[in-house]
Each structure stands twice: as structure tokens, then as C-alpha cells.
């Protein structure tokens, strides 16, 4: 390094400052380049390349002292050479969860969209911000086209949208907007004087429900659950005593959040019914389909959303069912009079001036809480061009006929058991093991089924053959709840599943 300042120093204009060399870059192109290169062939070697390939484990399990030994994990002083982090890279891939493998059931996402993949390489080349159209005219028009076309399939005549990481923020900014059309002063006079505001929801809802009523100073004390059926919908009739109760207690309500889409059990509330309850109310109705929201592709599978139209707002998350890449989550409006502005806006001068040389009007970020923000609308739009409406439609029906041939062989096999019919891609059943299924029915039993699911897990993430949810709920003992949704996953991969079961549970 000596040697190279010695070099530039000597040569013509040669200018220092504080002891810093300006002249030139500092960084080497084109070894940066080359690495850019080895690193993208290493993805493309260990991730895409073996992304349908069932031979390969779903996840090389390490203990975290132990993977922390693994990757070496220590920053230092100085950099490491390009051998060592191309090895790191490798490192990464394989001791990751494989999202993409065909036998990973365990989350509300998975597999691979090649398109979706290709774009999020471009965004993060090209590291846009999402605010104004001057820094990222092609993505912020890419959004644009993305909500209106979202919006058609809600069934609003017009309306507004932005994107935002995650459906638990999208949640978030619903409940803030219908708070901020309840009582618009709150934006400048803030909590005092307000009174106790109360939203309801069912108690299947997601959980960012309760964390967005706490972090918006409105309390979980104020947010009422609403019992719901054996089904996990929510029952209008006790919604309806709910929103009285809480007017006599002295109250204001101002929300209902309905869920398209139940994150266990899959369930969809019915939107008709609970929207005449808003309307009857003046309570602006939220519908919570991040889940859900993609059956609205599916010509065959819509009407589980039936009402959706006459929510005030829907979270839809694309990155689900319809694998745009995580993250990939809209909160769509149907307000088109500036509402979502009006409630975020700050104008700040130095990124919305008025006198700019365009149309500012798509300067849209000001009608988001964050300044930076992610162009993840281009990854499902690069998607839909590719397979049009038609082939994410064939992805809902392929799914969620995959969904109903695993209900059907697990009627068929002996210590299978469902919990319920399934009317979305969530199937739901307990696993009895031999040496329970003579046990008569009581406290005993279920005490054991209990620690069946754990034990199951652990042996299959050992030995990496699949990843499979389990959970207890609502007074159940733990049950495994299967996902499909990757349209590689195959009628070969449903039997597998419970065949691995059967073989991992057969001294239990």
C-alpha cells in the first residue's frame, strides 16, 4: 500500500488531503467485477441449479455454536482475499434453509419464480429508492401498473395503493389510515383528547394485528377479539354484539379487520356479512388477505374473498401463494381522493419540491411511512408479464389441488388424522403413532400426541429431508400444518411427505 501511495503521489496534479489521496477511485473495478462473476456462478451452481432437485437436503443442520465455528463469523481489521469470501458464499448456501426446494412446507411461502429472480438481481444492481420519479421513473410507473391491476381484481372501480415490507406493516398503515379518517386531527394534535378507541378483529387473526394497536399508542386492551367458529371465521352476530357493547362502555369504534386467509388454519371470515355490519356502524373495514388475496387470480377460487369489494382497504402479499420473492406485500386503498397521502405526507422540501419539471404527482413517496423503500412491485409485475393472468391462476388451482389430493390419501392412511376439511392451501392433521393409536381417548392421550409433532421436526431437520409447521391452537395439541405452494411441488412430493412421517415416527 506504501509502495501505491509512493506511485500516485509522484504522479502529475497528484492532490492530498488530510493524508488521503484523491486522485482516481479507490476501489478496483475489476476485481470487483471478476468476483461479482465467480460469486453469481456459485449461485448459480448451488441455488438455482439444484432448486427442483429433491436429492439434495432442505437444511444442513448445525447446532449455532457450532455454525458460528463454521462461517467464521469474526470481522477484522483488515479484508479478507476473494478465495476466502467466495468460500464464505459457499458456506452461506449451504448451511441455509433451501426455501426452494420442493419439500419445504414450513412457512406461508416457498419456491422459486425464475422471473421474480431475475428482477430482484436488477433492483439490487441498480439499488433504486422508491420516492421520486426523478431517481426511479421506470419503477415507480412499474408500480403504478402493478395496483391498478391489483385493484381490478378487488373489484373497486379506483383506488390508490403503495408497497410495503411486509403485510404486518401493511396491517399497520390500515389501521393508522382509518384512525386518521376517524379523526384527522390526530395527525398534528397527536393522542391527547382523544377518545378510547376500540377496533375489532377475530381472534384467528395474525398477530401484527396486536402489535400495530400497540405501537400506535391505541393499546391491545382496545383491540376486541371475536369468537369464531369451529372453522376459524369470525362470527358476525357476536361482531355485532361486540361493537354495542363497546358504544355502551362509552367507546369509539373505528375499525373492523376481517382476515381473507387465517394463518393456521386458512380460513376466510365472510367479508358480505361483516361488511354490513361497518356500513350499519360507519367502521371502516380492513381485510387482511395477505394469505388469501391471491385466490383472487383463480377464477375457480375468488369467491373465498366474496365482499372483498366492499372493504375500505386490503393487504395483499404477492410473495405468498404467488412467489414474487420475498418481500412483495401492497395495502390497497379504495379511497382515490389523496386519503393515503393526506394521512403520511411530511413535504419534506428537499425531496417534493413543487417546482420540478415534471408531473410531481408521481413523486409518490410521501404517501409512505418510510423514505427509502424497495421497488418490490417490479418483481411481480416482470413475473406477470412472463406468465400472464392465466399461468398465476394455474398456479392457486395447481396448489390447492394439490392441497385436496393430500386430504384425500391422508383419509386413507392409518394414524393420519385431519383436523378439519381445508378450504385453502393449509392442510391441518395430527400424526398418532403406533403405540398410541390403542390408547383410549382422554387427558393421557392427548398429553402424548402433544410431543409427537416436536420429535418429528427435530429428526426431519436433522436429517434434512423436508420442513413441515406444526403448532398447538385453541386448546389442540401440536399438529403439523402442510403449506403447498411452490408449483414444483409434485403429487410424488404429497406421498413422500407422509410416507417420511411414517418412516421417522415408527419407534415412537
Known amino acids: 500500500v506504501g509502495v501505491c501511495k ?77 478465495q476466502k ?8 448456501i449451504q448451511y441455509s434453509v433451501k426455501t426452494s426446494h420442493p419439500r419445504f ?14 428482477a430482484r438481481f436488477i433492483t439490487e444492481a441498480l439499488n433504486p429508492s422508491v420516492y421520486t420519479y426523478e431517481v426511479s421513473p421506470v419503477f415507480l410507473l412499474v408500480e403504478e401498473a402493478v395496483i391498478k391491476k391489483m385493484i381490478e381484481f378487488i373489484g373497486w372501480e379506483e383506488g390508490d395503493g403503495i408497497f410495503n415490507p411486509g403485510g404486518s406493516v401493511s396491517n399497520m398503515y ?13 395527525k398534528e394534535k397527536g393522542l391527547s383528547g382523544l377518545p378510547r378507541l376500540v377496533l375489532f378483529t377475530s381472534e384467528e387473526c395474525h398477530y401484527s394485528m396486536k402489535k400495530a394497536a400497540s405501537f ?22 357476536e361482531l355485532e354484539k361486540q361493537v354495542q357493547r363497546a358504544r355502551k362502555e362509552g367507546s369509539a369504534p373505528f375499525l373492523v379487520c376481517a382476515t381473507a386467509g387465517t394463518t393456521v388454519l386458512g380460513a376466510f371470515d365472510p367479508l358480505d356479512k361483516i361488511a354490513d355490519i361497518c356500513e350499519k356502524h360507519g367502521l371502516w373495514l380492513h381485510v387482511d388477505a395477505s394469505w388469501g388475496g391471491s385466490a383472487l387470480i383463480s377464477r375457480k377460487h375468488c369467491r373465498l374473498l366474496h365482499g372483498i369489494h366492499r372493504a375500505d382497504s386490503v393487504a395483499w402479499n404477492p410473495h405468498k401463494m404467488l412467489l414474487a420473492g420475498i418481500q412483495c406485500c401492497a395495502l390497497l386503498v379504495k379511497d382515490n381522493s389523496g386519503l393515503l397521502k393526506k394521512c403520511y405526507s411530511a413535504e419534506a422540501a428537499y425531496l ?7 408531473d410531481v404527482s408521481y413523486d409518490t413517496g410521501d404517501k409512505s411511512i418510510q423514505c427509502s423503500r424497495r421497488p418490490d412491485a417490479f418483481k411481480f409485475w416482470l413475473m406477470w408479464k412472463a406468465l400472464g393472468t392465466t399461468g398465476l391462476e394455474e398456479r392457486v ?4 389441488a394439490l392441497a385436496r389430493y393430500l386430504v384425500e390419501e391422508i383419509k386413507k392412511r392409518e394414524g393420519f388424522q385431519l383436523l378439519l376439511e381445508p378450504e385453502y392451501a393449509n392442510v391441518c392433521f395430527w400424526y398418532i403413532p403406533p403405540s398410541l393409536r390403542e390408547m383410549e381417548d382422554g387427558p393421557d392421550f392427548w398429553q402424548k400426541l402433544h410431543q409427537v409433532a416436536p420429535i418429528i421436526k427435530e429428526r426431519m431437520m436433522k436429517k434434512g429431508s423436508m420442513m413441515l409447521g406444526y403448532q398447538p391452537h385453541r386448546g389442540k395439541v401440536n399438529f403439523f400444518r402442510q403449506v403447498v405452494i411452490s408449483p414444483q411441488v409434485s403429487r410424488e412430493d404429497m406421498d413422500f411427505l407422509l410416507d417420511e412421517i411414517e418412516l421417522l415416527a415408527k419407534d415412537l
Open 6 to 82: 509512493q506511485e500516485m503521489l509522484q504522479k502529475k496534479n497528484a492532490v492530498l488531503v488530510d493524508g488521503v489521496i484523491l486522485n482516481g477511485p479507490i476501489m478496483d473495478s475489476k476485481a470487483g467485477e471478476k468476483f461479482v462473476e465467480e460469486a453469481c456462478k456459485i449461485i448459480m451452481e448451488e441455488v438455482i441449479q439444484k432448486a427442483d432437485d429433491v436429492t439434495e437436503k432442505v437444511c444442513e443442520w448445525q447446532a449455532p455454536e457450532t455454525l458460528k465455528q463454521i462461517l467464521d463469523l469474526e470481522m477484522r481489521d483488515t479484508g479478507e482475499c476473494h
Open 85 to 92: 469470501l467466495l468460500q464464505l458464499c459457499r458456506d452461506v
Open 105 to 118: 412446507f414450513n412457512q406461508l411461502y416457498a419456491g422459486i419464480d425464475y422471473y421474480s429472480l431475475v
Open 174 to 186: 390500515a389501521m393508522n389510515l382509518a384512525r386518521y379518517k376517524f379523526c384527522p386531527e390526530i
Open 216 to 237: 400506535l399508542g391505541i393499546g391491545t386492551e382496545n383491540v376486541y377479539f371475536i369468537r369464531t367458529d369451529e372453522r376459524g371465521k369470525m362470527i358476525p352476530e
Open 352 to 358: 417534493f419540491q413543487q417546482d420540478k419539471f415534471y
Open 397 to 400: 388451482n395447481r396448489a390447492l
